[in-house]
C-alpha cells in the first residue's frame, strides 16, 4: 500500500475521503502540520473521518492558515467498535477527560455523562470532551470517533431506556461480593460465574456500562437499577475503585467477557 509506513501523523477530518478527493485544512490543523510539525509539500498523512475508513493523502498545499490534503489510497477500512455505551458521572476535569480518552481508546460506540443524586460536577464542556475522544481516535489508529453526548439525568436516561440494551451495573455496594458479568441469567440479581470466558455472538448485541460517582449511587437509584429487567450487576473486585479506574476496569472485563478482542 502507498506509503503506509511513512503516515506518521493522523487527522480526523470531517470531509469524505476517495481517490483523488481533496481535503481543505482548518486553521489549527494547519497550524499542527506545518508550524509544529514541520511538515512540507509532499509530506504524508493519514486521515479517517469515522465513515470512510483510513487514507494515505499527500500535502498538496501547505501555508500558514491553511492547506489542502489529498487522497490517494485506502490504508484501513472502517472498523466499527460494539454497540457499547459508557455512561458514567463527570468527575474532576482531569479524570473526566482521561474517562472519555480511554472510552474512546477501548471502543466504546457512545459516551454518555450522567448527573446522578451525588454528582460532583454539574456542569461539562461537551465540545472540548468530544474534541479529547477525536484526539484518542487519532492516537491509537482507531478509524472511528464515539459520540459524547452533552450531560443528562440519569433518571431520565434511565426512563426513556431501549429495551433490547443490556445494561452492565458496576454497584459498588457489591464489592466482595463475586458478582461477574453473566448472560445465563436475566437481569437485576447477576450470578456466581468467572468472566474469564467470552459469550459466542455477545459482541452483536446493544450493551451499556454504568459507572457511578465519586459518592456512589443514592440508595433510591440503586434500587431502581437493581429493578430494571436488563440490568446486570456487577462487583469490580474486592476494593473499592476511583471512578476513572472504575471505568477502565469495567471496560476491560466487558472487553474480556463479551466484547470484541
Known sequence: MYGLMSAKIRLYVEHPLGVGQSIPLEKDQAHYLFGVMRQALGGHVALFNGRDGEWQAEISEAGKRGGTLTCIEQSKPLQMPPDLWLIFAPIKKARTDFIVEKAAEMGAAKIL???TEYTNSERI???RLQAHAVEAAEQCGGTYVPEVCDLQKLSRLLDDWPAKRQLMFC???EVGQQRFLDLTQGGGTGADRSASEPVPGAVSQPWAILIGPE???SDKERKRLHAMEQAHVVSLGP???RAD???????T????TLGDW
Open 113 to 115: 455523562p450522567v448527573g
Open 125 to 127: 464542556r461537551q465540545d
Open 171 to 173: 454497584d459498588e455496594a
Open 215 to 217: 459518592g456512589g449511587f
Open 239 to 241: 476494593r473499592i475503585l
Open 245 to 251: 479506574t472504575a471505568a477502565v476496569a469495567a471496560m
Open 253 to 256: 472485563v466487558w472487553q474480556q
